[in-house]
Nanobody
């Protein structure tokens, strides 16, 4: 599956931003969709993930209560709604996909990655 992210940009602390991940190729319903981010000088980290049905989700502690992951299987699109953004959310955000194999999917290697979209939160 091929993934293309969009929606990044420059925002201020407290603002909201909505990232999208458009998928093509293999059937979207086979895949869990995850969002990762990598800040300058830091390792890549998981932000959130969602199962094919949407019934299982996972969030990093830093994202809980502020970010919401969702998907539209009819449009083969994943979304990350980010509210109350903080300066520490500044990073390159990547969409990734992995064939769904239950909750341990979150810790498995991802099959596909997008090229990323940059989110910059200024104070």
């Amino acid at each position: 599956v091929q993934l293309v992210e969009s929606g990044g940009g420059l925002v201020r602390v407290g603002d909201s931003l909505r990232l999208s991940c458009a998928a093509s190729g293999d059937p979207f319903l086979l895949y869990a969709i995850l969002w990762f981010r990598q800040a300058p000088g830091k390792e890549r980290e998981i932000v959130a993930g969602i199962s094919p049905s949407g019934g299982n989700t996972i969030y990093a502690d830093s994202a809980k209560g502020r970010f919401t992951i969702s998907r539209d299987n009819a449009l083969s699109t994943g979304t990350l709604q980010m509210n109350n953004l903080k300066s520490e959310d500044t990073a390159e955000y990547f969409c990734a996909a992995s064939p769904w194999r239950g909750p341990n999917t979150w810790s498995r290697d991802m099959e596909s990655w997008g090229k990323g979209t940059l989110v910059t939160v200024s104070s």
